[in-house]
């Protein structure tokens, strides 16, 4: 009898172990206030890449792969690793608690994570840019988060104003949506100079993803998306400040600071300002080769933590002051010839934002979030002779519900939006209005097999009061082909509402002036995506090769003509061809201990059609080359980075109508930018000083005309390359974690 009873224990444990079987419970931490959760703890099967993260909540949902040991392998930022026997726990409701690290001091690390990287679980092919890559450089603001990264490129728009915009996929930054904590922001009236508003030392981290994306976040996604993670009132350093100054007269400060009102309560207030007042004209054409900025930006958020419920809530507030143009300039002077040309833009910003969410308990991974945020932005602006004042007030609202179908493996997403946009522009003696309102619905499906194959399905309708109806399907599928080689692909429609003035605001300061031959049509695109990624092991260290190819292809686009006249920007509608191919090619490694290297390189083919002939899109480089070199110390007491761009040549915009000693040739040469920076850290504190373009190549002659700026024939706007030659910078942060 006893051993009939042990051979069916036998056979009964066999049996469990030859089948696949889901384990659900959370991940928390010790604290003298209870049990806090862990949110984005990761939870992996042992001896596997089969994982998953934890929730807002510290819960998770795993199935476990067959064959396989029932064990998971549970870990977290600065807590002890911790492996869990679900034979002795069982399977259901494990609780799992983490201790952390107490004496971080006595800490030997002998390893490091990684700066950036590609999450093999998302079914996206998403960039993640942390805060370790974020300190690889001075990073004072958004704009300049990007040094080490392939897929966006960062330049100025023009020679005057100091205005940057990103491009991915070699198409212009207003065809990428730009989200902060998942939220659509940098819209409209911020497109310019938006990309400043975000200081460096705010963010916890940064993704990036190539394509469209998930309809849960709307219609916009055409060439990529960008999110921006701030810091949270119930994480990370509890005190921070930064100090930074360069050679050319910019300083700037950040204080981050949180509180931990009481087991619910947290809240951490932000603020950073920033001074530019130096005048430089290195290149003597009279005109500053850099705007002075002035800059205060404040941020406060809040976080409530209830039994089910969760919300966060925050306001921002932004000032500055931007002027531009000739040496001579004085802004206390009437605006005139006699004056010079003068650019001065000051600008008020006020966001206010509110999430909540409430975690179904009786059915995990089942919840329902509710997302609001308001944004009102006044601007008011000189450039040269011209006027430009203008307000924007948008509000977004997106209400969603996630649950799953028969088991976890099938997950839906539903849910319903609604945008709202005013704008009210005064260029000079001419009134825009315009109201767009944008109600919409949305349904997302999520098939995992847990094993090898993640889909994306979905679909959203939106009901625009200008443009129509805009049906929008996007799908993503990742394969992984066994644990060295991941194939990705995705196929989506992207839209978005045109705003031609403040979206090339940076051609005001020329001598042209806007004629609007048709009314602008919204811009719609198909995207294609494919993406492998192999990861292999040489000298015991794992190196990561990643190569993409994406299509855009556009059904509808704006053109802004500067091509055909000297003193005319035509604006019309695509009639004919417009896309964008764009393929790279990018490896990750530890070349020795303690040295990552990454090498990329992408080539882009863009055309678009203007004055009806295709041609090649203008200031879009062919090609760029990226290394990257990061050396830290074994104990951390030093971190070494180099950073090297080899960027293509460009189409020029047709001067052939120019006079002579005006006319621009018809490519841009290619050239090569060096940024290095040194970093010491001693406990709390961390010193740094680094260099940007270390080989000081600068674009000469940036402006055509700078003797005659209110002549017919003054362009500050082709702008290839570096302008300002090489900077020098230092800084010191202080931590109190």
Same mark, same amino acid.
């Given at each position: 009898m006893?051993?009939?009873i042990l051979f069916t224990a036998i056979t009964i444990l066999a049996w469990m172990a030859a089948v696949s %079987?889901?384990?659900?419970?959370g991940v928390f931490e010790h604290s003298q206030k209870g049990h806090n959760p862990l949110p984005g703890a990761t939870v992996q099967q042992l001896n596997t890449t089969n994982g998953t993260t934890a929730g807002e909540d510290g819960h998770f949902t795993l199935e476990l792969e067959k064959h396989k040991p029932h064990k998971l392998v549970v870990s977290y930022v600065s807590y002890e690793n911790d492996t869990i026997d679900l034979y002795s726990t069982g399977f259901d409701h494990v609780?799992?608690? *983490?201790? =952390?690290?107490h004496n971080l001091d006595e800490v030997e690390v002998n390893e490091r994570g990684a700066g950036s990287h590609i999450s093999r679980a998302d079914t996206r092919q998403v960039?993640?840019?942390n805060e370790n890559e974020l300190q690889k450089a001075a990073c004072c603001n958004l704009s300049e988060s990007f040094e080490t990264s392939a897929d966006v490129d960062v330049s100025y728009t023009d020679a005057v104003t100091g205005a940057k915009q990103i491009q991915m996929l070699g198409l212009a930054g207003i065809y990428t949506q730009m989200l902060t904590e998942n939220m659509p922001n940098m819209r409209g009236l911020s497109t310019p100079w938006g990309l400043s508003y975000i200081p460096g030392s705010w963010m916890q981290s940064i993704q990036v993803s190539k394509g469209t994306s998930s309809v849960i976040n709307g219609y916009e996604s055409m060439a990529g998306q960008i999110n921006v993670e701030y810091k949270k009132a119930d994480q990370g350093e509890k005190f921070f400040i930064n100090a930074y100054g360069n050679q050319k007269g910019k300083i700037e400060g950040n204080m981050n600071t949180r509180f931990q009102i009481n087991d619910k309560v947290s809240t951490a207030i932000l603020a950073h300002v920033e001074s530019m007042n130096v005048k430089h004209d290195d290149n003597g054409d009279s005109f500053l080769d850099m705007p002075l900025v002035n800059q205060i930006n404040l941020f406060n958020r809040w /976080?409530?933590?209830? !039994? &089910?419920l969760r919300s966060r809530l925050g306001v921002k507030f932004l000032s500055e002051t931007r002027q531009g143009g000739q040496m001579s300039y004085d802004p206390h002077k009437p605006n005139t010839t006699e004056n010079g040309y003068g650019i001065e833009v000051n600008t008020n910003r006020y966001e206010g934002f509110w999430k909540v969410g409430y975690i179904f308990p009786e059915r995990h991974e089942t919840s329902f979030g509710f997302q609001n945020e308001v944004i009102y932005h006044e601007q008011k602006s000189i450039f040269g002779l011209n006027d430009y004042n203008a307000t924007q007030f948008s509000y977004y609202g997106n209400l969603m519900f996630q649950s799953w179908f028969s088991d976890p493996r099938h997950k839906y997403t539903i849910g319903v939006s609604y945008n709202y946009d005013n704008y009210d522009e005064n260029l000079n003696d001419s009134i825009f209005t315009r109201m767009e309102s944008v109600p919409g619905v949305m349904a997302q499906y999520t098939f995992s097999n847990k094993e090898n194959l993640n889909i994306i399905a979905g679909v959203r309708v939106d009901e625009h009061n200008l443009y129509g109806t805009l049906f929008t399907? /996007? *799908?993503h599928a990742k394969y992984d082909i066994n644990e060295h080689n991941t194939l990705r692909a995705s196929a989506g429609r992207g839209y978005r509402s045109p705003n031609v003035i403040v979206e090339n605001m940076t051609l005001l300061a020329s001598s042209r002036t806007f004629n609007i031959l048709e009314t602008p049509e919204i811009e719609s695109s198909w995207n294609y995506g494919l993406s492998y990624t192999h990861y292999f092991h040489i000298n015991e260290r794992e190196m990561t090769l990643t190569a993409d190819f994406f299509r855009t292809n556009f059904e509808s686009q704006v053109i802004i003509d500067q091509e055909e006249n000297a003193n005319m920007i035509y604006?019309? &509608? *695509? #009639? =004919? !061809?417009?896309?964008s191919n764009s393929f790279q090619i990018e490896a990750a490694y530890e070349l020795i201990k303690n040295l990552d290297v990454t090498l990329a390189f992408r080539y882009n083919d863009v055309m678009t059609t203007i004055d009806g002939e295709l041609v090649e899109k203008p200031l879009v480089s062919k090609y760029k080359g990226l290394l990257a070199l990061s050396y830290q110390t074994t104990k951390r007491t030093w971190q070494f #980075?180099? &950073?090297? %761009?080899?960027i293509g040549n460009q189409r020029l915009p047709n001067t052939s109508y120019y006079p002579v000693e005006y006319q621009l040739g018809d490519y841009s040469p290619d050239y090569m930018i060096v940024n290095s920076q040194i970093t010491r850290y001693l406990g709390k504190f961390e010193i740094y000083i680094g260099g940007e373009n270390l080989g000081n190549y600068k674009q000469k002659d940036p402006i055509i005309a700078p003797n005659d700026p209110f002549g017919e024939y003054f362009d500050s706007s082709i702008v290839w390359g570096p302008i300002t030659g090489t900077k020098v910078y230092a800084g010191i942060r202080f931590k109190v974690e």
């Open positions: 006893k051993t009939k %079987q889901t384990v659900t419970g609780h799992i608690m *983490l201790e =952390g690290h960039y993640t840019i /976080r409530f933590v209830g !039994k &089910n399907p /996007r *799908l604006v019309y &509608n *695509l #009639d =004919g !061809k417009s896309y #980075d180099v &950073n090297v %761009q080899a």
